[in-house]
């Protein structure tokens, strides 16, 4: 009875359509001299076994050592070299073409059985014999830095470690990039390669490696070298702007009162300062604040002659091994001048031009009262200065022919 089931299962496994192992197999070899070499066994539906192939060849056995991490392959060997097989064996379908990155990528597995009609022999068990691995390479920059401004050029160097295959292309890669932003071909056996990006722009900020590929009939990557990373700003030209206290002309401050400057970028970076110049007739005075934020205020509380010039702010910021100036701001024109009188001169006019009419009227109404008063005078007090002349002039004959002179003389007299 269990040899009627064992048969019944051997022959519902011949008749199982290929199984797709994209997301499922894994590969390793055994029963070899080193983790490069032996009898290939992938892991699928839970177990390994071997792999039986009867056109197992040198590029099956390219994507085998591509995907084991070794070198290119050397021989596609028969698997019955290295020991008996045992276990489940998993037949192959379709041919690689040696370009694939694993066995998966190039075919289907099913499960074989002695009731199959394929011929699965010891000779047809696959094997392989790689190649060590290939070195990593080498990636540096050929500049003291590592941080750039848009516009310029990054320049890479790749450098492969010797070793007896001939290095056809280098590639520079992008972290999370699946294509190389560049590629050098060498064009004759060489081990390094100069990579670079032109017209950097801030997307190119970011993490970069290296490989490099050889030809063994079929391209071989090298495992990727160091990373290293790169920084691109863009330093945008700062806005400037003042206010001073209140009642101040119009561009301008007043002496004595206070001056406050800001400057402001939309491209800040941790770490960077603002710096403020004063032009000046005599000469160029410059200023320095650190900038925690976007925008940074210089405060100048008593102004002064010396603050009068044009302003012009500028952002600095030290990364990657130098320092990033950005373009200055427009020109700002700031003068000082004295407070304002309390009266304009026009008024001072009009108030002392008011002043003087008010005098001279006051002297003219002065004058008239005078005179009024004079002519005011009694009769009985005219009469009384009439009579003291006479008296007092009687021994002159000609008193009473001259009254005015008399009058005259009387008002010497009393």
Known sequence: MLRILVLALGCILAFVEFVDV??????????????????????????????????????????VCRELGCGPAINSLSG??????YGAIWLKGEPCSGQEH???QCSKFRMWSSASDEVCSEHNIAGVQCSVALKRP?????????????????????????????????????????????????????TRAELTLFDVDASYQGRYTCLYTVQTGVAFNSPESNSIDIIVLDLHTPQIWYNTSVGAPPGGVTRGGTLNITCSTSSWY?????????IRSNGTVRHSVSAP???????????????????????????????????ESQPLPISVRDPEPLLSPMAVSWLVSG?????????????????????????VELERDSRTCKCFFKAYSFCHLNLKFCLTCSSELV
């Not at 197999?25 to 390994?48: D, F, M, P, T």
Request: proline share 4%; glycine share 10%.
């Open 293 to 327: 934020s976007s925008s940074r205020t210089f405060f100048f509380p008593n102004a002064q002659a010396p603050l009068e010039g044009y302003y012009r702010c500028a952002y600095h910021i030290q990364m990657g091994g130098r320092t990033f100036i950005s373009r």
């Open 22 to 63: 994209s997301d499922h197999a894994h590969v390793r070899v055994v029963g070899g001299n080193s983790a490069c070499s032996g009898k290939v066994e992938i892991y699928l539906g839970l177990q390994w076994g071997t792999v039986c192939d009867q056109s197992w060849d040198l590029n099956d056995a390219h994507v």
């Open 355 to 379: 002043v003087t009419l008010i005098v001279a009227i006051f002297m003219i109404l002065i004058t008239a009262w005078v005179r009024y008063k004079k002519k005011k005078k009694k009769p």
């Open 270 to 278: 941790p770490g960077g300062f603002f710096q403020l110049r004063l």
């Open 102 to 104: 694993n066995l998966a």
């Open 138 to 190: 080498t990636l540096s920059l050929l500049s003291a830095y590592s941080a750039y401004s848009t516009g310029e050029a990054v320049r890479f160097s790749c450098t492969a470690p010797s070793n007896h295959y001939a290095i056809f292309d280098f590639h520079l890669f992008k972290s999370g990039a699946g294509t190389p932003l560049v590629t050098q071909g060498t064009g004759a056996p060489r």
């Open 80 to 85: 019955g070299m290295y020991g008996s097989t």
